[in-house]
């Protein structure tokens, strides 16, 4: 046996030998452990002077702008209650370009006259200067401009999160630059909620509220993998690059559709546990847990929040579940698509629009004048995808998310819309001019005494589009699992803010020429009824005749991000986004930049990877296999005048197979290699990441082949990597 394969049966046995889970009882229940580690309303209320509570949730409730006189009190308060639970630095959260959170710890210990005294400044509080020059920024900023700034967003709590020795105090921050860019997701997500927060006001007020601020808000359904850490630490592949670069299919995986929703696993459902506690002290609302469809695959979703507040809390579960996994002896993995052949993972992301009424403007009224209100809204969305839909397929693009997008339950790359039967009547009534029907109440009886009847929904679910109406909010669930949801929201929300302000100076213009608001508001929704058409598909988003049909329609069907990624530049996508002041030119191009490099680094990363583990693991073991073939032929054929003839044809066939397999992969690395050094020779970043795209991607997946088909034939005692068969199904 190879020490790979040793190692291999080591983890296998150190997993069979695991005792099972201890029940232990809670020691609080939810209510006292939510927001704990918060420094939330309750806690601002008990600690800080009235005056400066008012000013400060002004500030979190209405948006108005901070008053900086307050920030020494609050940052007082706020050491004070932190150093109480144990905390000893503070650092300013946020969110660089990575996709991931950042943070540079700083203590509140200083020297007085030489004597040590703990203290926080208001200053502090407000603002850092962690270094620039090393986050992404697309070459808006050289190494030698290093100074960057973060600023505290008070919109969204502070928080501590435990370590093993004691607490952080979090200051979520956006990052800018010296010269006043965004250098961050946040930044742009916060002006695109200003955004459409003008915008709607401008249609409510058209309709009579006194409304005085519009937020969007998200609930992100988070989808995840979990694998046993032993595995894990075996598979060089996870590591590097978060997907099985090679991995044969088992016997067994999700075509019995056995695993979704089932009963959880005592271990799984420990970590969960653990991972919540740890969410309700930080104030997340984790409301849902269940079994995904695949093997060993998850879903967390949250109660919705403030966009801003709900991309925070996003990032929060993440790192939970990731660090909780890991103390669970668990890997947890989000990357789009792990395991080939099974589901991938997404996000999907539920965005909906609320006044500071309380009302939900996705949520038709009871009224004509509510009804045409949440009509304005719902085609200011459809428009906003329809102009804008190549743009909303760039904020979902990723190397991995290409894997995904449509396969296995992932909506395609074709951005539609799923408006259901009762919304698609209404809306081709206003297209025809006509009047809608009044909805009946849907009821399902099921004719059983015992049970109840069924209320039935206004609109059925489309599990394959990609952008869904689904009562009172649309689901976006093209998002990758592992991305941030702050660009998506970010383009979304300036996508139909444009479209709202197109469509409210029309309705005002009739309005002002005499037009009754009715008849005026119908006759714009009309017109755009009829140009977004294209975009509405009520059927299978996975067909072959889908696919055909969004062509006809002018959908674009772009499959990988290399391409996809030409939208941001589009001069049209760069007018609007410029026009909403979302961002300025320079951070287009930067961000634009980035997502480039980001592409091609993650594409040289897993060739590399592929290529190690192709010379050090899998070509050593199919050697060593043909090795033991070759001395069994020569064995058989010494007794040839003591066995039959042809006594050594299966062995002879198996090795013609792992010599034609070991020369595919010996092939195919090469053509690899010689990829690679063509890809290093282009300078031009755009040209670079269409060339990988073009080329390397389908290498790899071809270079897997023989690979996979190795693994089914060299005995396994000494096949290297852990299989599919053990990670999906072992823990």
């Known amino acids: 046996m190879s020490d790979s394969a040793t190692s291999r049966y080591q983890a296998l046995l150190e997993i069979a030998s695991r005792k099972s889970v201890a029940y232990e009882p809670r020691e609080k229940d939810n209510a006292k452990v939510f927001n704990e580690n918060t420094f939330n309303e309750e806690v601002m209320r008990e600690r800080l002077p009235k005056d400066v509570y008012k000013k400060l949730r002004n500030t979190i409730k209405t948006g108005e702008k901070l008053d900086l006189s307050i920030a020494n009190t609050v940052a007082h308060a706020m050491k004070e209650w932190a150093i109480e639970k144990g905390v000893s630095h503070f650092t300013h959260w946020f969110q660089p370009q990575t996709g991931l959170t950042a943070e540079k710890h700083d203590a509140f210990l200083e020297l007085d006259d030489d ?8 200053n502090q509080l407000v603002q850092g200067e962690p270094d620039a020059s090393s986050f992404p920024s697309g070459g808006s900023r050289t190494t030698f401009e290093a100074r960057g700034y973060t600023m505290w967003d008070p919109s969204s709590p502070a928080f501590i999160a435990e370590g093993p020795r004691g607490g952080i105090l979090c200051i979520p921050s956006v990052f800018i630059s ?48 979990l694998i046993d850490k032993s595995f894990y630490n075996l598979r060089p592949d996870l590591q590097l690059t978060g997907r099985t670069l090679v991995g044969a299919q088992p016997p067994k995986g999700q075509q019995l ?14 970590f969960m546990q653990d991972a919540e506690t740890q969410l309700y002290k930080l104030g997340v609302p984790a409301k849902t847990r269940h079994n995904e469809v695949a093997p060993h695959q998850y879903e967390l979703a949250p109660i919705f929040a403030e966009a801003n507040v709900g991309s925070d809390r996003n990032q929060m579960i993440m790192e939970v579940l990731k660090k909780v996994a890991n103390r669970h ?3 947890m993995l989000l990357h789009e698509k792990p395991f080939a052949g099974i589901n991938g993972s997404g996000k999907h992301n539920n965005w909906s629009m609320a006044d500071s009424n309380g009302n939900n ?9 509510q009804n045409l209100q949440f009509l304005v809204f719902l085609v200011s969305t459809l428009r906003a995808v329809y102009t804008h839909g ?11 998310n290409d894997h995904r997008l449509g396969a296995n339950e992932a909506p395609p790359a074709i951005i539609s819309v799923f408006l259901g039967e009762r919304l698609s009547e209404i809306l081709d009534a206003i297209k025809e001019g006509k009047s809608a029907k009044a909805a009946d109440d849907y009821i399902i009886d099921l004719g059983l005494s015992k049970l109840p009847s069924v209320i039935r929904d206004n609109t059925d679910r489309n599990r394959t589009s990609p952008f869904a109406f689904t009562g009172q909010k649309f689901e976006f669930r093209a998002i990758g699992s592992s991305a941030s949801v702050s660009l998506a929201n970010t383009v979304l929300s300036a996508a139909v803010a444009d479209s709202i302000d197109l469509i409210y100076d029309e309705i005002s213009k009739l309005v002002s020429d005499g037009s009754e608001l009715k008849d005026a508001v119908l006759k714009v929704l009309q017109k755009y009824v009829i140009e977004t058409e ?23 069907n772009i499959k990988r991000t290399a391409y996809a990624l030409d939208a941001f530049v589009k001069k049209e996508n760069m007018e609007l986004l410029e026009r909403q002041k979302i961002y300025s030119k320079r951070e287009i191009e930067g961000r634009y930049n980035t997502k480039l490099e980001q592409y091609v680094t993650a594409l040289e990363i897993e060739s590399e990877t592929f290529l190690n583990i192709a010379y050090t693991m899998i ?11 070759i001395d069994a032929v020569k064995g058989i054929k010494e007794l040839d005048t003591l066995l039959p003839k042809g006594s050594a044809k299966t062995e002879v066939e198996l090795l013609k197979t792992i010599i034609s397999d070991i020369d595919k992969i010996e092939t195919g690395c090469q053509d690899i290699k010689s990829a690679l050094e063509k890809a290093e020779e282009i300078e031009d970043l755009e040209k670079k990441a269409k060339f990988v795209a073009d080329n390397i991607v389908d290498l790899l997946n071809d270079v897997r082949v023989p690979i996979d088909a190795l693994e089914k034939v060299v005995p396994d005692n000494v096949w290297p990597l852990p299989k599919y068969s053990e990670m999906l199904f072992i823990m």
């Not at 403007?361 to 004048?369: A, F, K, Q, R, Y």
């Not at 190549?390 to 991995?400: C, N, V």
């Open 115 to 122: 004597k040590v005294v703990e203290r926080f400044r208001g």
């Open 178 to 225: 010296y010269t006043g860019e965004a250098l961050d997701k946040k930044t742009p997500l916060l002006r695109s909620m200003e955004s459409i927060s003008n915008s709607a006001l401008k249609v409510l007020k058209l309709f009579g509220s006194d409304a005085t601020r519009v937020v969007t808000t998200i609930g992100t359904e988070q989808e995840y993998f």
């Open 257 to 270: 559709d056995d695993h979704y929703f089932g009963s959880i696993k005592e271990r799984v459902l420990a």
């Open 329 to 331: 002896g668990l890997a």
């Open 361 to 369: 403007l996705l949520d038709p009224g009871d009224t004509p004048e």
């Open 390 to 400: 190549d743009l909303l397929r760039m904020t979902i693009a990723s190397a991995g």
């Open 534 to 556: 294209p975009i509405r598909f009520e059927g299978n988003n996975y067909s072959e005749e889908w696919a055909k049909e969004a062509e006809k329609r002018g959908l674009p």
């Open 619 to 629: 070509l050593p073991a199919a050697l060593s296999y043909k090795a033991q073939l």
